[in-house]
């Protein structure tokens, strides 16, 4: 116990090991899955990339002058079936803003295969690379690489990796360069709900330039898709929203053990939308406030990482493959306490959290143990628990 509180357990060498052998097991999950597949279909006759679907889906009937008709779900499966030649196949809806069909469209101009590809890359590597500005050893690609994290977004080709790499890069660059900081994260707005705690933390501040940046990159992407489609894509957005609200977060059609959310854990415990709702209103006041506090008293590795939790902590609809956003946080915290100094249970608390999404969907289906978010909570703690420790003349 004593070794596992200080950390000593968690050496270089064995940090190495550890991850050279997750990546190769995911290597080997990923040429499982696609080696043993078949046209748009992997081996286990799900859509290649899963969630990617939508995306690909969405994309062709923006191409195809369909874009309003993406947000309804019976003519967006309808192209799903199409696209992977197969009646039964897996469906996945269309809930995104306008802004995330800009990206889709451009994706669907190749073949579905090929799109994916492209999509994963052209997201993971400019991630991975951040990670390695922020700790620049190679070990950071190492550690991106084979986090099971990683694995789990690649294989929904989910858009994990670019929400962490706005997120992320947004936030290293509120002092020196504000601007370009504020257009990361009005970027953003493609994924509204991970926006929430975001003026809060630049107007706390008073960061003007990163307000202007934000504000800009939102306002262009906005007027981008009314350029292209017009004022129906965001009213059919706006007429979906009731839908996926109901269908979606309140009746939990993903399955609770999925969502790493306050909202999704007390739905899990049995509570009643009333009070889920209330413990989630609760939780993302909190974060609000936290995160108001931090911007004025913490220091920007410690503040960024609480925001990066925060984020995650504050919408109902939030899934293990978006705990990619967690990534930095553990570096923010990393870089804090090279500097500052290790406190007790540090190394064996990030370790587990890196580790954590490898399991968490099942320990919460057959436990109701939601292990993802007590990662996230785990990382507020990490961010916060420093300011109070002792002085070294009351130890």
Request: charged letters at 10%.
């Amino acid at each position: 116990m004593e070794r596992l509180a200080n950390g000593e357990w968690l050496t270089r060498e064995r940090v190495i090991v550890v991850a050279s052998l997750f990546a190769l097991a995911s290597l080997a999950s990923l040429i499982w899955l696609f080696a043993g597949g078949h046209g748009t279909l992997d081996s286990l006759g799900r859509p290649m990339g899963t969630d990617f679907s939508n995306v690909w889906s969405a994309g062709w009937m923006a191409d195809h002058g369909q874009a309003a008709q993406a947000w309804d779900w019976n003519a967006h499966f309808a192209v799903q079936r199409a696209v992977h030649h197969k009646t039964d196949v897996d469906l996945f809806g269309w809930h995104y803003p306008p802004p995330f069909l800009l990206i889709a469209g451009l994706l669907a101009k190749l073949p579905y295969v090929p799109a994916l590809m492209v999509w994963q890359l052209a997201t993971f590597v400019p991630f991975a690379w951040l990670m390695w500005r922020l700790v620049p050893r190679w070990e950071s690609l190492l550690l991106t690489l084979a986090a099971p994290v990683t694995l789990i977004c690649l294989t929904h080709g989910h858009n994990g990796f670019l929400t962490a790499l706005l997120l992320a890069g947004g936030l290293a660059l509120l002092e020196r360069r504000p601007v370009f900081g504020g257009l990361l994260l009005g970027a953003l707005i493609y994924k509204p709900q991970f926006a929430l705690i975001l003026p809060v933390l630049v107007l706390a501040t008073r960061n003007w330039r990163a307000i202007l940046g934000a504000i800009i990159s939102a306002t262009v992407l906005v007027a981008l898709t009314l350029v292209l489609w017009g004022w129906p894509v965001w009213q059919a957005f706006l007429d979906s929203l009731p839908l996926t609200r109901q269908i979606v977060i309140e009746q939990g059609a993903t399955g609770w053990f999925k969502i790493a959310s306050p909202f999704a854990a007390a739905r899990m415990w049995g509570a009643g939308l009333p009070l889920a709702y209330t413990v989630q209103l609760a939780v993302t006041l909190a974060a609000m406030a936290a995160v108001a506090w931090a911007a004025l008293s913490l220091p920007p590795e410690r503040r960024n990482a609480l925001a990066c939790a925060a984020v995650l902590a504050s919408t109902p609809y939030v899934l293990d493959y978006d705990l990619v956003v967690l990534l930095p946080a553990l570096a923010w915290i990393s870089i804090d306490r090279q500097r500052e100094g290790w406190l007790v249970w540090d190394k064996t608390l990030i370790a587990l959290i890196w580790a954590a999404p490898l399991a968490g969907r099942q320990i919460a289906e057959f436990t109701y143990l939601p292990l993802d978010l007590m990662s996230i909570f785990a990382v507020t703690w990490l961010a916060l628990r420093a300011p109070f420790r002792a002085s070294p003349s009351r130890r």
